[in-house]
């Protein structure tokens, strides 16, 4: 069955625009590297990806992306979690991608958390130039994701205005809970 549009397409609509200026950016969650190397196509030539995960099979696989495509030189791979990117990105980041859950594919108890997609989160707003850009597209449809989409929605609605516009997108019409992307823009 065909669909035009999801949400991790529509976070790549929205983030496209932004990229053709972005030299510092961040993929929070690797996984199998589509978005790493949706960010690295689309980035200029001097660019930097920092791109996160906590498993290693993931950074391989997106590793063997990016290679295949002639990208990775521009890529940080790093094991580690994304709430220790304060400890490795310590420069204004232009745009950040969050695609929350587990790896398609690999293990679904190895998933993202509610308190260290917050943690990381506050860290990347520091982080965040102005006109800088985070997605994050969230999967209520499973029980720690729910509970992951629950805290996220409370600490972003908590953000002031003067200094971010947070918007949030969803199917309406889907059965079983479809994910949700929150888009952040640094305004102030
Ligand atoms: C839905 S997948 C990401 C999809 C990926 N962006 C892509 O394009 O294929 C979620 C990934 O988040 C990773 N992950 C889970 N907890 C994490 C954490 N605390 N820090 C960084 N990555 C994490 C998982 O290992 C998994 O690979």
Not at 26 to 45: C, E, Q, R, Y
Not at 72 to 87: G, M, P, T, Y
Not at 132 to 154: N, Q
């Amino acid at each position: 069955m065909g669909q035009i549009v999801n949400a991790v397409k529509m976070a790549h609509a929205l983030l496209l625009p932004k990229l053709k200026n972005a030299y510092n950016v961040v993929d929070a969650t690797a996984g199998n590297g589509k978005d790493t190397l949706f960010l690295a196509i689309n980035t200029p030539s001097e660019a930097v990806i920092w791109a996160f995960d906590i498993q290693q099979t993931a950074l391989n696989k997106t590793k063997a992306l990016l290679a295949d495509h002639g990208q990775e030189r521009k890529v940080k791979f790093i094991l580690a979690s994304h709430d220790q990117i304060a400890n490795y990105v310590n420069s204004p980041v232009d745009a950040a991608m969050f695609n929350l859950g587990y790896l398609p594919g690999g293990d679904h108890t190895v998933t993202t958390m509610p308190d260290t997609t917050v943690a990381a989160l506050n860290q990347l707003l520091v982080l965040l130039n102005p006109m800088g850009i985070i997605s994050i597209v969230a999967y209520p449809g499973h029980d720690m994701g729910r509970r992951e989409e629950l805290a996220l929605r409370s600490f972003l609605a908590t953000l002031p205005q003067k200094l971010y516009t947070v918007a949030c997108w969803q199917m309406i019409n889907q059965v079983n809970n479809p994910p949700v992307l929150y888009i952040v823009e640094r305004t102030g």
